[in-house]
């Protein structure tokens, strides 16, 4: 327990610069070590599971992925199709010539496709949502001259995230009683969920009263909302593939909290609801 909360404490601050105040570089290279690693870590578990995915194409792929977004240029998301579709194309061709076992081809191709969504584009999503004015009118801003709703609306995200794994787990540890789906994660409980989802939007509200008064805080509440309920699918989804594959954790590169990808597993979900959220805003507006 010490040396979980010492990791956190230690961790926080400069995330929390990286991700409100770092230049456009910086936050993209931490982005992509993420990715890079996120990738590194879910292949293993892949490989525990019995799959043999093609790792070299996915690394390259999931960079290109986050870089996309960064570049000053017109429907990036057009680029980041023809990324995914390359990765499909390529991963068909060399797992041809790489399988020896027919019977692993299609789970060769899966896995290294599915790893790149499940971690390089859903990351990905940060970038814009930190550099771009998406969502900025929809919650009721001042266009394009409010600088700092990129910033707003990451550290929404963190914190939101942040409060619902913190509350779901002391709620859950301190009065728990009913498992949530013990098949995939026993120490859940449905008691920490319900905290930690009502402490999401408590952490929201109290940061658009304080930090972000000029944003909509009925949307706020709403985008952290969506916020929480994801993240704690995105972290289910993570213990269930670790489940599948007999690991408990998916590495140790985090002391007292396991691997990089335990700590991002609900922003993989988070991150491009909040995107999806915001760009549907923006559309229908």
């Known amino acids: 327990m010490k040396l979980r909360i010492l990791t956190a404490l230690f961790l926080i601050p400069p995330v929390i610069y990286l991700i409100g105040w770092s230049p456009k570089w910086l936050l993209l290279a931490a982005v992509i070590a993420v990715v890079e690693v996120g ?4 292949f293993k578990l892949c490989q525990h599971a019995g799959f043999k995915p093609l790792s070299e194409p996915a690394y390259l792929v999931g960079a290109a992925l986050c870089v996309v977004p960064a570049m ?25 010539t790489l399988t020896h076992d027919l019977k692993t081809y299609l789970g060769s191709i899966a896995t290294t496709v599915f790893g790149v969504l499940y971690i390089g584009l ?15 009118r929809s919650l009721g801003l001042t266009g394009t001259a409010d600088v700092s709703a990129g910033r707003n609306l990451m550290l929404l995200l963190f914190l939101v995230v942040w409060a619902d794994d913190t509350f779901a787990y002391f709620v859950g540890r301190a009065i728990g009683q009913k498992k949530l789906f013990p098949s995939i994660s026993p120490r859940k409980t449905l008691e920490g969920s319900l905290a930690g989802f ?6 929201a509200w109290g940061f658009a009263h304080l930090f972000w008064q000029t944003a909509s805080l009925k949307k706020v509440i709403l985008l952290a909302g969506l916020i929480a309920l994801f993240g704690q ?10 489940r599948g594959a007999n690991l408990k954790a998916s590495g ?5 909290h396991g691997g990089l990808l335990d700590r991002v597993d609900s922003l993989l979900l988070g ?15």
């Open 233 to 242: 699918l995105g972290d289910l989804a993570e213990s269930a593939m670790k």
């Open 122 to 136: 859903t990351l990905s999503c940060l970038v814009p949502l930190r550099f771009s004015q998406l969502g900025a």
């Open 39 to 42: 990738l590194y870590e879910f």
């Open 252 to 256: 140790s590169v985090l002391p007292g």
């Open 198 to 203: 009502a402490g999401g939007l408590v952490v």
């Open 72 to 96: 000053e240029t017109r429907r990036p998301e057009m680029y980041s199709l023809v990324l995914l579709v390359t990765l499909v194309l390529v991963t068909l061709i060399v797992a041809l």
């Open 271 to 285: 991150a491009p609801v909040l995107w999806l959220s915001l760009a549907v805003m923006d559309f229908w507006r």
